[in-house]
């Protein structure tokens, strides 16, 4: 796929989240049920009125590209191996504070190329905020140019975002809402001064990407759905999702579809990796 391909379906993509955060801003209004999912994570029917927008519009915007989404099943790694391109789609991530109505979730869609994400889209149906982001790094050969964006949409209009120069003391942590994890803890008490601040969803990542914060440390199970979109606006805006280990986290490499442990940081130049030293990766 070329480049103005990346973009245009980039914008597209824009519109498709919009439209999903609209279904489920009429559910959020109207009331909903709740279930429970297998790993005890609420759905609500708003997870599956999103799932479905994405999932149809994706598919007739991009016939040969798959569609893989929290709420849409999951193919064997057999099938999945053999793509090289897909979108992947978390059509409501935080349905915890969706049904504590605080507004801190987000609709999701990247496209991941090669293990990597190169469009994302994260939006926030109530704060009506849009990120979104293209970013291809590139290989260096000349055939391949690194391209990179990273804008937020508002109610204000649109602007680039880029990630913040990580200050020397003082830093601001950004951490779940609803699971925080010992190993957090752990980080923390490495660092020099800090604050933390919580949030549920992804937009804690795009928190780091606008450079209101320095480091998101996650700790503990995730999918990575719920990571891939973010991850490319964090990218794009000059940050990196590294594992413990410095590591890039990466798609689509095995039967799982959960994360390891990862770390969100605005300044790859900050000394992370001491402050990571031997915390564990955790491969799942
Ligand atoms: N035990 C677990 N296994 C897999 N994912 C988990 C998990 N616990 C939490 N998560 C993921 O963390 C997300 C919420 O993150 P946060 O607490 O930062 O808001 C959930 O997204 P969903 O709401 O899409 O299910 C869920 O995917
Ligand atoms: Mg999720």
């Known amino acids: 796929m070329d480049n ?6 980039a914008e597209n993509a824009v519109v498709i989240a919009r439209a999903a955060g609209r ?20 759905l609500t029917t708003a997870d599956n009125a999103a799932h479905r927008l994405i999932a149809d519009r994706l598919q007739a915007l991009t016939p040969d590209i798959p569609v893989l989404s929290e709420e849409g099943g999951l193919p064997d790694y057999a099938e999945r191996q053999g793509w090289t391109t897909y979108w992947l789609v978390d059509p409501l991530d935080g349905t915890r504070e969706f049904v504590k109505r605080n ?24 704060l009506d905020c849009t990120w979104e982001a293209v970013h291809r790094p590139g290989d260096g050969a000349d055939s391949e140019v690194a391209l990179g964006r990273a804008r937020r949409h508002d ?22 809402r609803s699971h925080r994890h010992p190993q957090v803890e752990t980080l923390l008490q490495r660092l020099p001064a800090y604050q933390t601040r919580s949030m549920g969803s992804s937009m804690k990542f795009c928190l780091v990407a606008e ?3 320095d480091c ?34 990466r798609y689509n490499t095995k039967e799982s ?9 605005g300044d790859p130049a900050w000394p992370w990796r001491e402050a990571l030293e031997g915390l564990p990766v955790e491969e799942r």
């Open 155 to 176: 109610s204000t209009g649109t602007r680039d975002i880029q990630t913040r120069r990580a200050p020397s003391t003082d830093l601001t942590l950004v951490v779940s």
């Open 103 to 126: 507004g801190e979730f987000t609709v999701n869609i990247a496209l991941v190329e090669a293990g990597q994400p190169v469009i994302g889209v994260v939006h926030a149906p109530v």
């Open 23 to 42: 279904s489920i801003l009429e559910i959020y209004a109207a009331g909903y049920e709740v279930e429970s999912k297998a790993d005890d994570s609420p």
């Open 216 to 249: 998101y440390p996650r700790f503990g199970p995730t999918s990575e759905w719920d990571s891939a979109a973010a991850q490319c606006i964090v990218e794009a805006a000059g940050g990196a999702v590294i594992r413990p280990d410095g590591e890039a986290l």
């Open 257 to 265: 579809t959960l994360n390891p442990n990862f770390v969100v940081v």
């Open 4 to 9: 103005n391909d990346l973009f245009e379906l």
């Open 211 to 213: 450079g209101e914060a």
